[in-house]
């Protein structure tokens, strides 16, 4: 399918994300539809926005799976925690800003961290994605970025890599199921576990209706079994080496597989790579982040180059 699109908040005209109300609105609306200075959009379309533009509803392309995402970025459901983070739901079918069929977790919504406080304060953000699906990562502390200290949080929303003939319900959300919690992408289970309520789908690979979780599993018995580029028995390099794992997603049941995340990779070692240090491993071109999760520094690593999404 091609290289994704990698945006940034240090672009030229790049939209600013802070702790108000509606900024990630603006911030989604120019990176997935319009662009902003001399660059492109994702390829989203969006289908609907409140009055006050702090509600908005996108939806990836039809060449894919084609679902909706409504982000509801202010305060009105909950006035401690708006603004610093947005609460987000996903649908197969949409008929307003309020209303869709098919929701996807079946009941609530996931929250997206944007800021450690209600203020204009800016933060930074990078968003790697395609027209099916994005990573949003986000500085919830900084206003940029240094190469080691400075560790941001990853969520995914959009379609992934389904292994089974004729999924169309190939699609997730990966973010906090609370605003306090500290889920995201990077974080693993073992084969034996089933459904989580930090990543959830439409529907299973059978398609019967109803949404469900899903986990990510390891895709290596080498590195932290839980969390991506945690403490490992393996130094780095690794007889000159770097041992690379991609994650696999589940089927909401134990010892299943679905597929994978698009372009996500970690290494089987303590973070050995700096904040956007690009790592050549074979034909991949990775691109690393330092991130945190559960209140440890881990890494994932995305691959910038065509094979993103085969």
């Not at 908005?56 to 509801?72: N, V």
């Not at 609460?87 to 919504?109: I, L, W």
């Not at 997206?112 to 699906?133: F, H, M, Y």
């Not at 290596?220 to 390099?237: A, C, D, K, N």
Request: aromatic fraction near 12%; charged fraction near 15%.
């Amino acid at each position: 399918m091609g290289a994704p699109t990698i945006l940034r908040w240090d672009d030229v005209d790049a939209p600013v994300l802070d702790g108000l109300e509606g900024s990630l609105i603006n911030l989604l609306g120019k990176c997935l539809v319009t662009g902003y200075g001399s660059e492109s959009p994702l390829g989203w379309t969006q289908e609907f926005i409140n009055a006050e533009e702090t509600i908005a509803c996108y939806r990836s392309s039809l060449t894919g799976t084609g679902m909706f995402y409504r982000f509801q970025d202010d305060e009105t459901l909950d006035v401690t925690y708006g603004g610093k983070a947005c609460q987000v739901t996903g649908y197969e079918s949409m008929s307003d800003v309020d209303t869709g069929a098919g929701p996807f977790p079946a009941s609530g919504n996931l929250w997206l961290p944007k800021s450690n406080s209600k203020t204009a304060a800016a933060r930074a953000w990078v968003i790697v994605g395609d027209e099916k699906g994005f990573y949003f990562i986000v500085w919830t502390a900084n206003d940029t970025v240094t190469p080691e200290e400075n560790l941001g949080r990853i969520f995914y929303i959009g379609d992934f890599i389904s292994i089974i003939p004729g999924d169309s319900f190939a699609a997730v959300m990966i973010m906090p199921s609370h605003a306090t919690s500290w889920e995201g992408v990077g974080v693993m289970t073992s084969t034996a576990a089933g459904a989580s309520l930090y990543a959830q789908v439409p529907r299973k690979s059978d398609g019967l209706e109803g949404a469900m979780g899903v986990s990510l599993y390891p895709g290596s018995v080498f590195g932290h079994i839980s969390y991506m580029g945690y403490t490992s028995s393996l130094g780095h390099p690794f007889h000159g080496l770097s041992i690379i794992s991609r994650p696999m997603v589940n089927d909401s049941v134990g010892n299943s597989f679905r597929g994978f995340l698009p372009g996500l990779y970690y290494p089987c070692h303590h973070q050995p790579f700096d904040n956007f240090e690009e790592v050549l491993e074979g034909d991949l071109t990775l691109l690393a982040f330092r991130v945190y999760l559960a209140g440890m520094g881990c890494q994932v690593m995305l691959d910038t180059d065509v094979g993103f999404r085969p």
